[in-house]
């Protein structure tokens, strides 16, 4: 029973992480600017970080970051990267 417990908050981190990566990753590329683009991903994810330890009770930050910051991150990176390169297109010399 508390196994299951433990395996459903760390799904809910995941799954809010990953969303939110999406999400924050596709609204960096109105930024223009890969710092202001990164700030806003650090920013949200301090966020994010304070709601899901609501969520699933505070877990510690080691716990926090392997079950959500990195799927955050790299999420957010995947997603800026490929709408920024969408956005900006090929550039025809």
Known sequence: MQGEVEEM?????????????????????????????????IAVLLVIGYISEYIVEKKGMKWWFSNGGILYILFWLVTWVLFYNYSVGPVIV
């Not at 809010?16 to 924050?24: P, T």
């Open 9 to 41: 908050k760390q799904r809910i981190s995941i799954i809010i992480h990953s969303i939110a990566g999406i999400i924050i990753g596709y609204f960096s590329v109105g930024l223009n600017s890969a710092l202001y683009a990164f700030g806003l991903m």
